[in-house]
């Protein structure tokens, strides 16, 4: 065990700092509250400039505009953007899920074709899995593709869809054999969201704002060029996109959650309570300090999942405990914001008493899809049960 | 940057944990507890021909030399076998305070001796106050004579020396000397004996510079942590292993998913224990600024954590949870003690908060 930074992984932070140094936006906390839809170019240009500066997807291979960074320099690239406080990338999907799916199941000409432009944001991602029948388990999917000539007719309907009112492209699993068992006759092709029969509608969530996406498709034409992997793999293409939301995606939401505790830390010291700040108050205190601990274990519980996946080379199902553990957290961190701000917790960013233009009014009411997003709590606990622990298969 | 065992590291693992199963089985642990002190004379002089007894201590002292690291992983397996006795006391707890703060010359009288396994020895800090805040310490050696009160002192029965923490400084003390009382307090912790110590004109001798002890007491807490990550461990190990061989409704009690979820939190909790544990170890060895704090994340982490492991496991276990019979309990027991021993979960909480939150304020006042 050794936690210091070998003289590659200094000169790689190094490199890194002074590239920050030169090109980190200074405007982006005039950006940083304002709606997406709003946002969203300047998210563009900074992953543009990212790119240019080869930041953009460091883990990628460097054939494929990546760095071959090692899952060290990868943790010291999310701890330099932590420091900074950088802004996201516009492409996140595309970045941190569905290009890695692509380097490992496409073939040349896929890679060829889709990388380049999803490093530089030129053609947004999006990932059409779950069903308004299929959530917890995806693998009974009913979006049907036939083949017809050289193409796939896709049929059917997708829910939850990030990026969907913004996406370019989507990774969709569709059912190409309905004959067989339900994980075996499903595959993954790549979908043009300008074909003809999609429709994307926006789906309006508990915050009021319509982050995901439902895609409706209608007899739209994908030719058999762009399946991803083999034709009735997709099961095991689309677990390897799991993987990787499971992993080291992860790893970028300690940025936002230092920066909310930090925030929350600085907020103890003019919210009064009981005739004092609130950071004398010895409960929240106590409530403040397991939050600091537990963003803190979050980072080492990363950390030791990538020294583990250096190994092997994948994310293991360890990961669970990693979407388990941010997600339950963010609930936390929100409930105790709620706690010290009081009345005040409740008010939207439109009200002109709103603090932090109402960061933690929306906070708290996103925070409740942290546990079912991305795979839910529970399904993530029958993950752990069965394939950490080895319990048999309860579903 | 490797957040992994290095292969030595492995080694050492691999050797304590086939150790403590080859000598320091339940069935020895069982004999163990209905004993006095819970100590073994056979069983110590192995660990000290191993190496255990000055693994962290520097080879002129006749210790083993190896660092914080290495201590975490010895701890954790000695958890995880539940070891009785005075290896915490006299080891990591005084061992690691005279290595702090004796001079050269006290070193060799009293910490060599535990090294080679020729001597045991404790440190008394806690009083009727039962706060581990240094400043409620009230006992204070007038011309090196000790007279009061000290409660919680693990393993004294077996010590040959005792380390007491006074207002005026770090004394240690003959057990045999003048004045000694030494009682037994009977509490939920079968494997580490408690007592309380009275003094009365005892005579002491002062150890060197006090300066050293907090870090000597923040190692010895990351330590205690690893010692309950081992402990987690095993009550996971055994509650799985349960999970997988008890039928009710003609299936194993582990399909369901009410029993598995509670398994993937014990699980969860366990693994987040290990890794603030060793961060903790890794940061004291190098002596990164932010040490104490990562001790007090891993000692708050674990002092709640080990309570929820060793809740859900009884749970799981359903009536044979609750016998004498199953060895759940012995470490359920262990873990309430760890859990107050050197502050619990409230109590680094208010230090994390000292540490971050106030520190957050002088930051924003300078600025």
């Given at each position: 065990m050794d936690l210091n930074l070998t003289d590659e992984e200094l000169q790689f932070r190094d490199e890194l700092r002074a590239w920050l140094a030169a090109n980190?936006?200074?405007?982006w906390n005039e950006w940083r509250e304002k709606p997406i839809e709003v946002s969203f170019p300047y998210l563009r240009a900074w992953q543009r400039k990212l790119h240019e500066g080869g930041?953009?997807?460091?883990?990628?291979p460097k054939e494929y505009?990546?760095?071959?960074?090692?899952l060290m320099q990868q943790a010291i690239f999310w701890e330099e953007m932590t420091r900074v406080d950088a802004p996201p990338t516009a492409n996140t999907l595309g970045l941190g899920i569905i290009g890695p799916t692509i380097i490992a199941h496409g073939t040349e000409a896929q890679k060829k074709r889709y990388i380049p432009k999803i490093l530089s944001a030129e053609e947004i991602w999006c990932q059409g899995f779950s069903e308004p029948n299929a959530g917890?388990?995806?693998?009974?999917?009913?979006t049907e593709a036939r083949l017809e000539g050289g193409d796939y007719i896709v049929n059917g309907q997708k829910v939850w869809t990030s990026y969907g009112w913004v996406g370019d492209w989507c990774e969709v699993v569709v059912r190409?054999?309905?004959?067989?068992?339900k994980h075996k006759g499903l595959t993954v092709v790549l979908v043009?969201?300008?074909?003809?029969?999609v429709d994307v509608r926006p789906l309006r969530q508990m915050t009021g704002e319509s982050e995901f996406s439902e895609i409706f498709f209608r007899e739209v034409r994908v030719p058999?060029?762009?399946?991803?992997?083999?034709?009735?793999d997709g099961w095991n293409v689309a677990i390897s996109t799991l993987m990787h939301e499971r992993g080291?995606?992860?790893?970028?939401l300690h940025l936002l959650f230092k920066r909310s505790i930090d925030r929350l830390i600085e907020l103890s010291h003019s919210i009064q309570r009981n005739g004092s700040?609130?950071?004398?108050?010895p409960l929240i205190r106590q409530k403040l300090a397991q939050c600091y601990a537990e963003i803190e274990i979050m980072r080492l519980n990363q950390l030791r999942a990538f020294s583990r996946m250096a190994a092997t080379g994948m994310p293991g199902p360890e990961g669970s405990i990693l979407k388990i553990f941010w997600s339950e957290l963010n609930q936390r961190l929100q409930q105790i914001a709620q706690e010290m701000l009081?009345?005040?917790?409740?008010?939207?960013?439109?009200?002109?008493?709103?603090?932090?233009?109402g960061i933690w009014s929306y906070g708290y009411l996103r925070s409740r899809g942290n546990t079912i997003e991305a795979g839910t709590s529970e399904v993530q606990r029958n993950i752990i049960g069965h394939f950490v622990l080895g319990l048999p298969r309860s579903y | 940057m490797q957040f992994g065992l290095s292969d030595s590291q492995k080694l050492l693992q691999d050797s304590a944990r086939k150790f403590f199963a080859a000598e320091c089985p339940m069935s020895q642990v069982r004999r163990l507890i209905?004993?006095?002190?819970?100590?073994?004379s056979a069983l110590w002089s192995k660990m000290a021909e191993q190496g255990f007894t000055g693994i962290i201590f520097a080879d002129e002292y006749?210790?083993?030399?190896?660092g914080t690291v290495e201590l975490i992983l010895l701890m954790e397996e000695a958890g995880r076998a539940l070891l009785p006795g005075p290896f915490f006391s006299t080891v990591v707890l005084a061992g690691g305070v005279l290595n702090a703060i004796g001079t050269a010359e006290q070193k060799k009288k009293y910490l060599a001796p535990i090294c080679r396994g020729e001597r045991r020895s404790t440190v008394a800090i806690l009083e009727s106050?039962?706060?581990?805040?240094?400043?409620?310490?009230?006992l204070s050696a007038v011309n090196g004579k000790l007279n009061g009160e000290k409660l919680f002192v693990p393993d004294a029965a077996a010590a040959d020396s005792l380390i007491v923490v006074a207002r005026n400084g770090v004394f240690v003390v003959d057990a045999?000397?003048?004045g000694v009382h030494i009682e037994p307090m009977s509490a939920m912790d079968l494997t580490r004996k408690l007592y309380s110590l009275r003094f009365e004109n005892t005579p002491s001798e002062k150890l060197g510079d006090p300066a050293g002890l907090p870090k000597a007491l923040d190692v010895a807490t990351a330590a205690l942590a690893a010692e309950m990550v081992g402990g987690m461990q095993r009550t996971l190990d055994i509650t799985v292993e349960y999970a997988k061989t008890r039928k009710q409704f003609g299936k194993?009690?582990?399909?369901f998913q009410a029993v598995q979820h509670q398994c993937a939190d014990m699980y969860l909790e366990t693994e987040s224990s290990r890794s603030a544990s060793y961060y903790a170890a890794w940061a004291l060895e190098e002596n990164v600024p932010d040490a104490a704090l990562a001790v007090s994340i891993a000692k708050m982490y674990a002092s709640d954590a080990s309570r929820a492991v060793g809740n859900r496991g009884i749970q799981v276990h359903g009536g044979m949870g609750f016998t004498?019979?199953?060895d759940l309990h012995l470490y359920y027991r262990r873990a309430k003690a760890s859990e107050t021993m050197l502050g619990d979960a409230i109590f680094h909480r208010e230090r994390i908060a000292r540490l971050a939150i106030d520190s957050a304020a002088r930051t924003a006042k300078s600025a």
């Open positions: 980190l936006p200074k405007d930041w953009a997807a460091v883990s990628w505009g990546g760095r071959s960074a090692s917890s388990d995806l693998a009974g999917l009913q190409t054999d309905p004959s067989v068992a043009d969201m300008k074909s003809p029969g058999v060029a762009n399946v991803l992997g083999s034709v009735n080291a995606f992860g790893a970028r700040p609130a950071a004398k108050d009081g009345p005040y917790g409740q008010l939207l960013g439109a009200d002109r008493h709103a603090v932090d233009h | 209905e004993t006095d002190t819970a100590y073994d006749d210790g083993t030399g190896l106050s039962a706060s581990w805040e240094p400043a409620s310490v009230q045999d000397a003048p194993p009690i582990g399909v004498w019979e199953n």
